[in-house]
């Protein structure tokens, strides 16, 4: 059962426009929503997080937007930059749980200058 | 920034071989994991670990699969023995706090290779 899950699988923006990038989860005792970015022969690393108290969270060109009745987020990257092209992971944790952090089958983005 | 080493960057070895991948975590934090990922697709968490033990593991963590970090020293997976589908490239992690609101810092990965 795939418990996070991201649309689209690959997404393609010129230099300078806003990619949009979406998740949804299925169970709501999750409340701790890290994005992680990835570069080919890296290991992922934090970009931006969010706690479900919050609808919003912003940090730079990196915004994430929640929606909690929906169970819905999504990433804007505003002003995408060609360096913005990687392949970013949503996951999900729960803070009264135990300290294990799931992800999504990630979005490969390329952003074409 | 906190660096966390792996090793070895990649590994071939025979089906049915035993491997280990090391894990050098950031000095000052206490929760290790494991994740296993495929051809660069989802992340799939294997294992995480404190104060010695292992706290939960998935599915993906079978039964020839082993975790331990002896007296501080490399966080260490083994698979013995191994079989075609391990085939992957594992990241180690390590955390400071709980995942609830602390920073996962990845590794590099350790590509396994299975023939």
């Known amino acids: 059962q795939q418990q996070v899950r991201q649309s689209p699988q690959s997404l393609t923006v010129w230099e300078g426009e806003t990619a949009i990038l979406n998740c949804s989860y299925e169970n709501s005792a999750f409340d701790y929503f890290p994005w992680y970015q990835q570069f080919p022969g890296e290991g992922p690393a934090l970009l931006i997080s969010i706690l479900s108290v919050s609808n919003k969270k912003e940090d730079g060109r990196f915004t994430i937007f929640f929606n909690k009745r929906e169970k819905k987020l999504s990433l804007h990257i505003a002003d995408s930059q060609p360096g913005d092209s990687a392949t970013y992971f949503c996951g999900r944790g729960a803070t009264g749980g135990n300290n294990k952090l799931t992800f999504g089958q990630g979005t490969v983005l390329s952003v074409i200058p | 920034g906190p660096k966390v080493l792996q090793i070895p960057s990649h590994q071939i070895i025979d089906m049915g071989q035993m491997v280990t991948l090391n894990c050098d975590p950031v000095?000052?934090?206490?929760?290790f994991y494991w994740y296993k990922q495929i051809l660069g697709q989802q992340m799939e968490f294997l294992v995480n670990?404190?104060?010695?033990?292992?706290?939960?593991k998935s599915k993906l963590f079978k039964d020839q699969f082993s975790v331990e970090r002896p007296d501080g020293s490399y966080f260490t997976l083994k698979i013995q023995p191994t079989a075609l589908e391990d085939s992957a490239v594992y990241f180690c992690?390590?955390?400071?706090?709980?995942?609830?609101?602390?920073?996962?810092?990845f590794g590099e990965g350790s590509k396994l290779t299975v023939l």
């Open positions: 992690a390590s955390s400071q706090d709980r995942t609830n609101t602390g920073q996962l810092y």
């Open positions: 000095s000052n934090h206490l929760y």
């Open positions: 670990f404190y104060n010695g033990k292992v706290m939960e």
